[in-house]
């Protein structure tokens, strides 16, 4: 079992950046890679990025790609997320996911169904 929480996120103006960390705990080195989803109201969630246990690899949605930076410390048990040049648009419910499905041809997971472990949310605000 992993247990994910998240800190950060925040209040930010159109441009401006917010970072968010997600804490796992439990049995954090047989998962196959954590990263980020959002949802905003009337909207699906959807993938911001993810990242491998190695950290060597990563996935960006692409509504961030460019923007928001995925990382994860050498120990495994956090994720980082940089949110850069924020837009109105990426106002959401930020969602820490940790996945342990494994793709062929070193895909990584990057579908909702594919996370079996979620924290609880953080709000990411962009707004003038």
């Known amino acids: 079992q992993v247990q994910l929480v998240e800190s950060g996120g925040g209040l930010a103006q159109p441009g401006g950046s917010l970072s968010a960390s997600c804490a796992a705990s439990g049995s954090t080195y047989t998962t196959g890679g954590m990263g980020w989803f959002r949802q905003a109201p009337g909207k699906v969630r959807e993938v911001v990025a993810v990242?491998?246990?190695?950290?060597?690899?990563?996935l960006y949605g692409d509504s961030v790609k460019g923007r928001f930076t995925i990382s994860r410390d050498n120990a495994k048990n956090s994720v980082y997320l940089r949110m850069d040049s924020l837009q109105v648009e990426d106002t959401a419910v930020y969602y820490c996911?940790?996945?342990?499905?494994?793709?062929?041809?070193?895909?990584?997971?990057?579908?909702?169904?594919?996370?079996?472990?979620w924290g609880q949310g953080i709000q990411v605000t962009v707004s003038s």
């Open positions: 996911a940790a996945s342990r499905v494994t793709r062929g041809g070193g895909m990584l997971p990057g579908r909702q169904t594919e996370f079996q472990f």
């Open positions: 990242i491998s246990w190695r950290g060597d690899k990563t």
